[in-house]
């Protein structure tokens, strides 16, 4: 289906800027092979492997998720699973086109935004759509789970290190998600002096949802992940506000104390799960390979690689304070000299221009002798 409006003048076929305008019919068009590959005996096997979850193992099923034979399918991470993350980055690209060309792309319009406006306002109705989404679907997940009725489960691991269907399928979501930013680098233009500052973002969060997947880390990355959402949902939520509105952009984010409480409440969090609880949890052998994060190098990289996103999270934050100060002190110092030469002006046209005081002093006139 088409979802880039068409110029009039049609580019070259696979040409730069033909595949710019039709980039998301492309990645349609490669997603619909693997889905008709279903219908096929011989390329079912295949299809199966980049569509469905992998590395599934059935065990005997506890409490209330024992289906009627007594058993529950659980995973674990594999090799395959990089072609399911693949399959749905293609997902998430075409998810990615329709919601700018459907929603953003009227709402800038709409606005008339200027161009760099526009581009921001785009990014944080991206990014702020998906924060959403997914802090809705974790906490879901939490609870479902049981997670906040028993804490434990932030540093229990799970037998054999496998997860549910729902929680894998997030961290797959999550996973293919960010990888697709980085094609959307060059379908959106982006510039070369910007391209440092996007990748960083991205790969930060692949490093750590990435991380915790590997370590078997699910609930507490889960959670962290949660709580990270929500506060950058707030914060894209706010950039929106400023761009509909000029008012709202003087003065401090009313978003700054949710943001430090955040921050806080993430470092807790896993300096208390990761260097006290899983230090004392009893049964578990010191193999960081298998999972294991219960030895020293495992948790001083856990705890580290933790601290080093709350920094930088929190630099990004002081530095688009910083630069929104300096252009807001730009933009006051020629409005005060263009209030003086005003007001200059005036008094020139009334006859009552500014002069020095000892000129303003008429002269008495001297007596003739």
Not at 30 to 50: D, H, Y
Not at 73 to 79: E, I, K, P, W
Not at 97 to 108: P, R
Request: hydrophobic share 45%; aromatic share 12%.
């Amino acid at each position: 289906m088409g979802l880039r409006k068409k110029s009039a003048k049609n580019p070259p076929m696979l040409s730069h800027e033909f595949i710019l305008q039709n980039h998301a019919d492309l990645v349609s068009c490669v997603g619909m092979f693997f889905v008709l590959g279903l219908m096929f005996e011989g390329t079912a096997e295949v299809s199966i492997v980049f569509l469905t979850l992998q590395h599934g193992v059935v065990v005997p099923a506890e409490g209330d998720q024992a289906l009627p034979e007594g058993t529950q399918t659980l995973y674990y991470y594999g090799v395959r699973d990089l072609a399911t993350v693949f399959f749905y980055m293609l997902v998430a690209i075409v998810l990615h086109a329709t919601l700018q060309e459907y929603v953003l792309d009227k709402i800038s319009k709409r606005m008339q935004f200027t161009k760099a406006r526009q581009n921001k306002c785009h990014e944080s109705g991206q990014y702020g759509a998906f924060y959403l989404a997914s802090c809705v679907w974790g906490a879901c997940i939490l609870v479902t789970e049981d997670c906040l009725s028993d804490p434990a489960l932030l540093w229990r691991t799970p037998p054999h290190n496998l997860m549910t269907f729902q929680m894998k399928f997030f961290y797959i979501s999550q996973l293919a998600y960010w990888f697709h930013g980085f094609p959307e680098l060059y379908f959106q233009k982006v510039k070369k002096q910007e391209l440092p500052g996007h990748l960083v973002y991205l790969g930060v969060h692949l490093f750590h949802i990435a991380g915790a997947y590997l370590l078997s880390l699910n609930h507490l990355g889960l959670l962290l992940l949660v709580l990270h959402y929500l506060v950058e949902f707030l914060s894209h939520l706010c950039a929106l506000v400023y761009f509909s509105d000029e008012e709202y952009q003087k003065g401090v984010s009313p978003w700054t104390p949710v943001f430090i409480l955040g921050r806080l409440l993430t470092l807790v969090v896993s300096v208390v799960t990761v260097g006290l609880h899983l230090a004392g949890s009893p049964g578990r052998s010191g193999d960081a390979t298998g999972g294991n994060v219960n030895v020293l190098a495992a948790k001083i990289a856990v705890l580290s690689s933790s601290c080093s996103i709350q920094a930088y999270i929190t630099w990004t934050l002081v530095t688009v304070h910083l630069q929104r100060w300096v252009d807001q002190a730009r933009l006051q110092a020629p409005g005060a000299k263009k209030r003086r030469s005003r007001a200059s002006r005036k008094g020139a046209e009334n006859g009552v221009e500014a002069t020095p005081r000892a000129e303003a002093v008429p002269k008495r006139k001297e007596k003739s002798p």
